[in-house]
């Protein structure tokens, strides 16, 4: 037989013994085929805290606040915290903080999820922290206080997750950690998992991104797959405020998808796109009046601007995009049409039905992004700048005094899109393409 021939054959062979059931090890002996763990005994809960993730719900150069869970076994839980030094001392100095704990029934069960906030902390001070229940800890993590006042830093910016979470989200959000380690904060733009109620997606989500949520803060406002009917009627999921701790400053209705943060000079503003969007019109006119940062970031859900094909929101265009133009909103940042698309400065006024020319010199900048693996087709439109399918992005911005740089990078670190914003006295903003000279990723 020849060479190739017989290579051939026992690759063959090979595979079919590999696939077949009961296949016969060194000895003799079947050996069973390997069976999927179960969700329910993937992410059980135990006393061990897990799922632990900063957040901010009061002034970050002042508050920290921490959540986690575990089992139903742990009914008092404590967080600890010291300004972190460079020896293992610290520890001693460490001050206790009793949380508050609730019952979460899943479909894969019970969990308590547990919730503090260190108060009085210094400014721009590196803090160390543990989570527990006086016996059973979490390790040491370490997180920094925000300045008091404007200074430059980094955060990152996810369009959806949503899908095969574990498997292709993973890469992403470690891909931007490994280009922005010292972010300050990681902003998801909703649709965090894909079915709202699903513990096992939440799981995941927290595996994919495992030590980062204890060391850079989370702001993520809700996406439609944040919502189920579960209950009866369609209702933001219990998982929300179980895992998240944020500002209680929106509207009545709204508890911790409505709210702002102020952090070195910057407001950044949560709008929830996924019901009662009139309702918020007033609170939001009365946050951007009242802001005394030099840069408003706002993000939501679903694009004032769509990116893919038969998702145009005119309504929610016609209802908040002149409040922003009223009030120079620098940056929007959304999601949910699973492709990518950038525009330049864009105002309501100048953007009419059917308008052809988007070179504008005035307004505001908007994103649509997606970092999961669930693609949809572009639609590709005069005013996108730089758009993208079938491409896993994360983008790195940083905000440094007048100039706000940004930086949208694929799953593997490749720079796709690139811009940066710079303020003028008196002046609408500069918008400085830095696009990279390589072509649009396509279908």
């Known amino acids: ?31 069973p085929e390997p069976q999927r763990v179960p969700d329910k005994e993937a992410y059980r809960p135990s006393a061990i805290p897990d799922r632990i993730v900063l957040t ?21 839980a404590f967080a600890e915290v010291a300004v972190a030094e460079d020896g293992p001392f610290f520890s001693f100095k460490a001050a206790r903080v009793e949380a508050e704990t609730s019952k979460l029934e899943t479909n894969l069960g019970e969990a308590h999820y547990h919730s503090a906030v260190f108060e009085k902390l210094k400014p721009q001070t590196r803090y160390a922290y543990r989570v527990g229940d006086g016996e059973n800890w979490s390790e040491w993590s370490q997180f920094s206080t925000a300045s008091e006042k404007p200074e430059p830093f980094t955060f990152v910016y996810f369009g959806d997750a949503q899908n095969e979470i574990k498997s292709y989200w993973s890469r992403v959000v470690r891909e931007a950690y490994r280009d922005a380690p010292k972010a300050a904060f990681l902003l998801h733009a909703g649709d965090l998992v894909n079915r709202a109620t699903n513990d096992g997606e939440w799981g995941e989500w927290f595996y994919a991104g495992s030590h980062i949520h204890r060391m850079a803060s989370c702001i993520a406002t809700p996406g439609n797959h944040e919502y189920s009917s579960a209950s009866g009627e369609r209702a933001l999921t219990p998982h929300w405020p179980a895992v998240f701790a944020f500002p209680q400053n929106g509207p009545e209705g709204f508890k911790e998808t409505v709210y702002w943060i102020d952090y070195q000079g910057v407001r950044v503003i949560s709008l929830n796109s996924n019901e009662k969007q009139e309702a918020q019109v007033a609170w939001l006119e009365s946050v951007l009046a009242d802001n005394p940062n030099r840069w408003t970031v706002i993000t939501f859900h679903h694009p004032i601007y769509s990116a893919s094909r038969g998702r145009d929101n005119p309504g929610l265009r016609e209802l908040w995009q002149p409040i922003f133009d009223k009030h120079r909103v620098d940056l929007v940042l959304q999601g949910h049409d699973h492709s990518y698309a950038r525009s330049g400065l864009m105002t309501h006024k100048n953007v009419p039905t059917g308008a052809t020319n988007f070179d504008e010199e005035a307004g505001t900048l908007y994103v649509v992004s997606v970092s999961g693996p669930k693609m949809y087709t572009l639609d590709r439109e005069p005013f996108m700048r730089r758009a993208a399918e079938n491409t896993q ?11 706000l740089r940004y930086e949208a990078r694929t799953a593997v670190g490749r720079l796709y899109d690139a811009f940066t914003l710079r303020k003028r006295e008196g002046k609408p903003n500069e918008l400085i393409e830095q696009v990279p000279d390589t072509p649009e990723n396509r279908r």
Do not use: K
């Not at 992005?393 to 100039?403: A, H, N, P, S």
């Open 1 to 31: 037989m020849p060479r190739v021939l017989l290579q051939s054959f026992v690759f063959l062979t090979l595979g079919v013994l590999a696939t077949a059931p009961g296949v016969l090890g060194h000895e003799g002996h079947a050996h």
């Open 56 to 76: 901010w719900n009061g002034d970050p150069a002042a508050t920290q606040a921490v959540t986690w869970r575990t089992d139903t076994s742990v009914h008092r």
């Open 393 to 403: 992005l994360y983008q790195i911005i940083t905000v440094d005094g007048d100039e």
